[in-house]
């Protein structure tokens, strides 16, 4: 593993069902974030974590779920997915919270 | 509310050069940073700027006015391989990033 990388790299899902977007880094980063991108909009901070143990909202946070267990891990939950949730999803990290965001390949999520 | 405004689009010709502008209002300014993202693809850093002037990095630069709340990334000997969407995004006063919806950038031969 070099980097940040996500999984799965792009699913179908029928509305309602629970959805969890995996990603991990190696670069043992302390902070960590999930955007989405939608068309014309820019990338949106849906949970963000400044370490381990902790998470926080931000702006487009209804729906989703984050832990952080650990440093390298910080998965993405969407409890019961709604065709608004449609988009692509990119996991971050930086060394801390004013620091440079490295981003994974993205995970391209549809939802029927 | 929180604001980063930047062209849709631009085209220029290779060899050129093309200055891509972004003007911001934030609840607090910690830094200002530019990021290349080509299709289909995630975004990549390109500068960082926190301190009013210019930062040059090859034959990218980016420049910064906290007073106006500007900033311009500048890309010369333009090449085909530049043809990409710039995204500028502000440090907030909360240490989150708020992006612009980026500059798609075409570049003709």
């Known amino acids: 593993i070099a980097g940040i990388t996500q999984a799965p790299t792009s699913q179908i899902l029928a509305a309602g069902r629970r959805m969890t977007l995996r990603c991990t880094q190696d670069?043992?980063?302390?902070?960590m974030y999930w955007y989405r991108q939608d068309l014309g909009l820019g990338l949106r901070l849906i949970h963000y974590?400044?370490?381990?143990?902790?998470?926080g909202k931000g702006e487009v946070p209804d729906g989703y779920s984050v832990s952080r267990a650990n440093t390298d891990d910080f998965p993405l939950t969407l409890a019961s997915a709604v065709p608004s949730q449609t988009s692509v999803y990119f996991c971050?990290?930086?060394?801390?919270?004013?620091?440079?965001?490295?981003f994974g390949p993205g995970t391209r999520l549809t939802v029927l | 509310g929180q604001n980063i405004d930047q062209p849709t689009e631009m085209t220029a010709t290779e060899g050129a050069i093309v200055q891509i502008n972004c003007t911001y209002q934030?609840?607090?300014?910690?830094?200002l940073f530019w990021y290349q993202q080509h299709a289909g693809e995630a975004p990549t850093f390109l500068s960082y700027?926190?301190l009013d002037g210019l930062e040059e990095k090859g034959r990218f630069s980016s420049f910064l006015s906290r007073s106006k709340g500007y900033s311009y990334l500048l890309l010369k000997e333009l090449q085909m391989k530049d043809s990409a969407s710039y995204l500028c995004?502000?440090?907030?006063?909360?240490?989150?990033?708020?992006w612009g919806a980026g500059t798609k950038l075409i570049i003709k031969p």
């Open positions: 971050a990290s930086s060394d801390s919270p004013t620091d440079t965001q490295y």
């Open positions: 670069m043992r980063h302390n902070a």
């Open positions: 974590s400044n370490t381990a143990g902790t998470t």
């Open positions: 934030t609840s607090g300014f910690n830094g």
């Open positions: 700027n926190v």
């Open positions: 995004a502000v440090l907030d006063s909360n240490y989150q990033l708020i």
